[in-house]
Nanobody, 124 residues
């Protein structure tokens, strides 16, 4: 069973950058698809980006394409989300998630394990 802990959130001005990290415990981290989701106040949790076990396949939401990049280091059991050119509408709690299997999916219910989230606030 995977346990996930996010870090790297904070307050940043519009146009700035942050890098989120998700540290995963468990010996089978390399077998999981890893994803990032976010949830703004009053809104449903939404997909941001995901990556397969080898890093050869990634998917991103249209709203973040060209600005956010997901990556992973299986030796360190860590997945990252590099966020550039941040906008106020990116403000949300960001969650790391893990999914058993090999297919990168975009749906919340497809993911088996979740972290507690890290707050990202972008000021205008």
């Amino acid at each position: 069973q995977a346990q996930l802990v996010e870090s790297g959130g904070g307050l940043v001005q519009a146009g700035g950058s942050l890098r989120l990290s998700c540290a995963a415990s468990g010996p089978t981290f390399g077998r999981y698809v890893m994803g990032w989701f976010r949830q703004a106040p009053g809104k449903e949790r939404e997909f941001v980006a995901a990556i397969n076990w080898s890093g050869s396949s990634t998917k991103s939401a249209d709203s973040v394409k060209g600005r956010f990049t997901i990556s992973r280091n299986n030796d360190e059991n860590t997945v990252y989300l590099q966020m550039n050119n941040l906008k106020p509408e990116d403000t949300a709690v960001y969650y790391c998630a893990a999914r058993k299997g090999t297919v990168v999916t975009l749906t919340v219910i497809d993911y088996d394990y979740w972290g507690r989230g890290t707050q990202v606030t972008v000021s205008s």
